[in-house]
Nanobody, 126 residues
Framework: QVQLVESGGGLVQPGGSLRLSCAAS????????MGWFRQAPGSEREFVAG????????YYADSVKGRFTISRDNAKNTVNLQMNSLKPEDTAVYYC???????????????????WGQGTQVTVSS
């Protein structure tokens, strides 16, 4: 079965950095785009960043553009999210997700992603 396991969350001061990783198994990873989403307390889950199956195309939410970088390693079945210049408003549970269809990329919609990790907490606070 599909498994997505996030790691790398934690507590960081404003302006700091964190690197999240997601280990994927149970599906054809290299033929699927991947995405990162986040959910803050009392808020809906929102799109953060996406990457196509080859890693050659990436796209971001406006709120993180220029600060976050998504990447993938198809040899290791992992997708990463490098987060720099973190702000208190980045505090949330971050989720790794895979879309329902292979070779489907560019979506920011939760409905298009059928597999989710358990999430990792990121807290930005002084």
């Amino acid at each position: 079965q599909v498994q997505l396991v996030e790691s790398g969350g934690g507590l960081v001061q404003p302006g700091g950095s964190l690197r999240l990783s997601c280990a994927a198994s149970g599906f054809a990873f290299r033929s699927h785009a991947m995405g990162w989403f986040r959910q803050a307390p009392g808020s809906e889950r929102e799109f953060v960043a996406g990457i196509n199956w080859s890693g050659g195309s990436t796209y971001y939410a406006d709120s993180v553009k220029g600060r976050f970088t998504i990447s993938r390693d198809n040899a290791k079945n992992t997708v990463n999210l490098q987060m720099n210049s973190l702000k208190p408003e980045d505090t949330a549970v971050y989720y790794c997700a895979a879309p329902r269809r292979a070779y489907f990329s560019g979506s920011r919609s939760i409905a298009d992603f059928g597999s989710w990790g358990q999430g990792t907490q990121v807290t930005v606070s002084s």
